[in-house]
């Protein structure tokens, strides 16, 4: 094993050494079982023999393993409640389930959820365990209040008369201050007002603001420190603190979402919207028309996300410097500019060569301009798919596009689908472009070793015929060893039987594809007519 192994890796090796099915390994150092994420080279302060860690492997029990990976795999807190009593009360079993589903615990078996150390285990884990405990240990206040020491939020799951207990509830408190949101009645009204516990119950959880006294609210370091832990918190400040710059601006920063509980006067505020933007483009929908106009704004937005383009103002959307500044960041902006400039052929010949894939968002004239499209083209061959359809049958267009990208010629038309000097472009470009060559081309021997040259798949759309000629295919196999692939049935059975395919597949037989492309020639010369 190396130090940079994981246990993980450990349990891998010994599978394939041992047999040993890596869920039923348990490989123990010390005192200590160690878990798969563990690395071995880290291990070495725990416990290390004489050239290396000195590692015990304890075999699981078969039904143990099966279960444990079970419960891991589940999606529900239910698995375990199919399984038979004696792994309800595995104790490991039970805390995989926990882990992966904290209401798992109702399903343990009885002596588990009355077992006090294991309880207070898997609430430290998980709060809403304390729920599942036997009904005698939710009712002991002093198993109650160990069990908050551990965990606060176990509050949410006390007994009424718990959560209404001052020493109860401080005891959530001093282990997580946000627990002070399940507390119940007069104390809870006294705390809620209590300005240093409401501070650090929303230092903790943002939301834990909704509880605090009014006075609270309104009071703008709780509030600040409410936003900065969630933003959507601001939703439970005092009007005037969503009005506050400041505050909205913490929170925006948090949460963009938070923008729509500020005041609607700092709609305008740049600074807020533009710290909204860079988390949400969409925030822009809560921003002033004067700030739909802001070049710098709407570009920051873009920038997170093209279609955020769609809040600008009109005048940019017609602003020729703005959109070409955008189709350069993004084609697909160019989408939502004016009508009247996806129209205009000057700016369409400047944006296609800033970005070739804006053709498709052009107007029917630019997209029929010569000079537009042959821009486009020559950038981006598969371009020629938005080109107007005299374009598409425009010999100098197609014939640049397809020497970019061999497949533009997926979008030529049909005449210049059969005219060889295209075609042969194109599968020069790319082998794969044959297979929108016209029929007659695809008898064409020279046209079609030049495809396979390529791209020996490029056979496989080749004039069935050709496929049949063993000399045609002896060529084909001598530009690309690959290619006997695709010669016909019959003519690869001939083949194989002088080692062809097997010499062409990169066996040990000793024959070639050549040799075997030459003996099916020859003795197909020799049978009689």
């Not at 009424?160 to 109860?168: G, K, S, Y």
């Not at 989408?335 to 944006?351: C, G, N, P, Q």
């Not at 063993?470 to 695709?486: I, K, L, S, Y």
Request: hydrophobic share 45%.
């Amino acid at each position: 094993a190396e130090r940079s192994w994981t246990v993980r890796a450990l349990k891998s090796a010994f599978e394939q050494a041992s047999g040993t099915p890596r869920r039923e390994q348990r490989f123990v150092l010390g005192m200590k079982e160690l878990v798969d994420g563990d690395v071995l080279g880290g291990l070495e302060e725990i416990g290390q023999a004489k050239g290396g860690l000195d590692l015990q492997i304890v075999r699981r029990p078969v039904d143990q393993a099966r279960w444990l990976e079970c419960v891991e795999a589940a999606n529900s807190a239910d698995a375990l409640a199919g399984a038979p009593e004696h792994i309800r009360a595995d104790r490991e079993v039970v805390l995989m389930a926990i882990r992966r589903h904290g209401d798992a615990f109702q399903h343990a078996a009885q002596e588990l959820r009355a077992e006090r150390s294991f309880v207070l285990d898997v609430v430290r884990e998980q709060a809403s365990c304390f729920q599942h405990a036997v009904q005698e240990l939710q009712a002991d206040r002093e198993f109650a209040l160990t069990a908050l020491r551990l965990n606060g939020l176990a509050l949410q799951f006390a007994s009424l008369e718990q959560r209404a207990d001052r020493e109860v509830i401080c005891t959530a408190l001093g282990q997580d201050g946000s627990a002070l949101k399940y507390a119940l009645g007069a104390v809870a009204t006294e705390l809620w007002s209590d300005r240093d516990r409401v501070l650090a119950a929303v230092q903790q959880d943002g939301y834990a603001l909704w509880y605090a006294a009014e006075e609270l609210r309104s009071d703008p370091k709780v509030v600040l420190a409410a936003v900065k832990q969630h933003g959507c918190a601001l939703r439970h400040a005092s009007p005037e603190l969503q009005a506050d710059p400041q505050i909205v601006l913490m929170a925006v920063q948090q949460d963009s979402d938070a923008l729509s509980f500020a005041d609607d006067r700092l709609r305008s505020n740049r600074d807020i919207i533009l710290a909204a933007v860079r988390q949400d483009s969409d925030a822009l929908q809560g921003a002033s028309e004067e700030l739909l106009e802001d070049r710098e704004l709407i570009f920051a937005a873009v920038k997170q996300d093209n279609h955020a383009i769609r809040y600008a103002a009109d005048s940019l959307l017609m602003d020729r410097g703005f959109m070409l500044a955008a189709v350069e960041h993004d084609g697909d902006t160019l989408e939502y500019a004016a009508a009247e400039l996806r129209s205009d052929e000057a700016f369409m010949l400047e944006a296609v060569e800033r970005n070739s894939s804006v053709l498709k968002h052009a107007g029917s004239g630019p997209r029929s301009s010569r000079r537009v499209v042959l821009a486009a083209v020559v950038r981006n061959g598969c371009a020629l798919r938005f080109a107007g359809k005299d374009l598409r049958g425009d010999r100098e267009v197609v014939l640049a596009a397809v020497r970019q990208d061999g497949n533009a010629i997926a979008h030529a038309s049909a005449e210049l689908l059969a005219d060889r000097e295209i075609v042969r472009a194109a599968v020069c470009q790319d082998g794969e472009a044959f297979r929108h060559a016209s029929q007659a081309l695809r008898a064409d021997r020279e046209l079609v070793l030049a495809a396979a040259e390529h791209d020996c798949a490029a056979l496989q759309y080749a004039d069935p015929q050709l496929l049949e000629d063993p000399d045609f295919m002896a060529e084909a196999v001598r530009r690309d060893r690959h290619a006997w692939r695709f010669a016909h049935a019959a003519l690869r059975k001939e083949m194989a039987l002088h080692g062809a395919s097997a010499a062409g597949a990169g066996a040990a037989a000793g024959g070639t594809a050549d040799a075997g492309c030459a003996a099916a020639k020859k003795r197909r010369r020799v049978i009689p007519v």
